[in-house]
């Protein structure tokens, strides 16, 4: 019934872009702030997923030869630019889960290239004090629509937790972002063991110095996980 009557609202009950209020389609977004975003393409790095000018040898960027990183692979599905950002920020902090469903769409493609069927999919936590602010955590919702949509991957939001109520990251460059998030996550007993020789998929929205991910990949490589992917909405140049 539920399935029905969000059909017929579709045609009878018009859309509006949730950015800038004019007329959109179904997709939430109307055609002028969809084409403010900068998806990323190939060529881009096999690791690391920085977009390049052009191929280069064995598909790794100079960044990742010379300080490969621990996470072994991570894809962000567009440029973090003026656009990107004023729909992340509204799907973080304005009560934006209608956008959860365009969003886990426009990561379908590289959520399937990431995940195995037994991956455990965990999205990156929110401290408590946070989430009882914003009343949920986006990247959890995100990686439930990704699971629940898609044959492969388990969603794994309750292994994971923040401990540390670090501040806001804004404004902060990588060395500080990195002292702040030190020590910052912690898994549980069952997380322990959970993630022991499994494979992890990291949910997040942005990845700006990739502070965050790299400290949750550190815990989880403590517990001795198998290896690490990552997934985010939008990344830093």
């Given amino acids: 019934m539920r399935h029905l009557i969000d059909h017929l609202s579709t045609f009878i009950l018009p859309h509006q872009c949730v950015l800038c209020r004019s007329f959109a389609d179904s997709t939430n977004l109307c055609a002028s702030c969809w084409s403010g975003l900068e998806p990323i393409s190939d060529p881009k790095c096999g690791q690391c997923g920085r977009p390049l000018q052009h191929d280069l040898p064995q598909g790794k960027c100079g960044h990742c030869w010379l300080l490969p990183p621990s996470i072994e692979r991570t894809r962000a599905w567009c440029l973090y630019n003026d656009t990107s950002r004023a729909i992340v920020l509204k799907f973080k902090h304005g009560n934006g889960l209608a956008l959860t469903p365009v969003l886990a769409s426009m990561l379908g493609r590289l959520y399937e290239e990431l995940v195995t069927a037994d991956s455990l999919v965990i999205p990156v936590p ?112």
């Fill in 126 to 237: 929110l401290h408590r004090w946070r989430y009882l602010h914003r009343r949920y955590n986006q990247s959890a919702e995100l990686a439930r629509r990704l699971t629940s949509t898609h044959n492969c991957g388990l969603f794994a939001p309750n292994l994971l937790h923040r401990h540390k109520a670090t501040t806001s990251q804004a404004g902060l460059n990588q060395a500080q972002r990195k002292q702040n998030l030190a020590n910052a996550f912690q898994l549980n007993d069952n997380g322990k063991v959970a993630v022991r020789d499994r494979h992890i998929l990291l949910i997040d929205d942005v990845l700006t110095t990739g502070a965050t991910l790299n400290e949750a990949t550190r815990t989880l490589g403590r517990a001795g996980c198998q290896s690490v992917s990552a997934l985010v909405i939008a990344r830093v140049r």
